[in-house]
Nanobody, 121 residues
């Protein structure tokens, strides 16, 4: 059983910044890809950013240049630094991890419970 716990969401004015964190705990041998997704009211969940174990990152066009994803493998934690926030960034943000639970285990995936980010205009 792997649990992802997110923190750092909140209310911020447009142009402000927030930093999200997501820490994984439980039966983990290695985490391959870590990522952040978001879901706004009435919309489908969408990719925000991902980062591989080799620290190759990928961003949605809508956040490029404003958001930065990073990870700390020793802490099984992924971060999302969000700058120059816009009202359209308002959503519930979910972290996601693809991992191996053991050296011989099958690849698995886990999601966090979500953290609300609200950007006021």
């Amino acid at each position: 059983q792997v649990q992802l716990v997110e923190s750092g969401g909140g209310l911020v004015q447009a142009g402000g910044s927030l930093r999200l964190s997501c820490a994984a705990s439980g039966s983990i041998f290695i985490i391959n890809v870590m990522g952040w997704y978001r879901q706004a009211p009435g919309k489908q969940r969408e990719l925000v950013a991902t980062i591989t174990r080799e620290e190759q990152s990928h961003y949605a066009d809508s956040v490029k240049g404003r958001f930065t994803i990073s990870r700390d493998n020793a802490k099984n934690t992924v971060y999302l630094q969000m700058n120059s926030l816009k009202p359209e960034d308002t959503a519930v943000y979910y972290c996601n991890m693809h991992f191996l639970p053991s050296v011989s285990g099958w690849p698995a995936e886990s999601w966090g419970q979500g953290t609300q980010v609200t950007v006021s205009s």
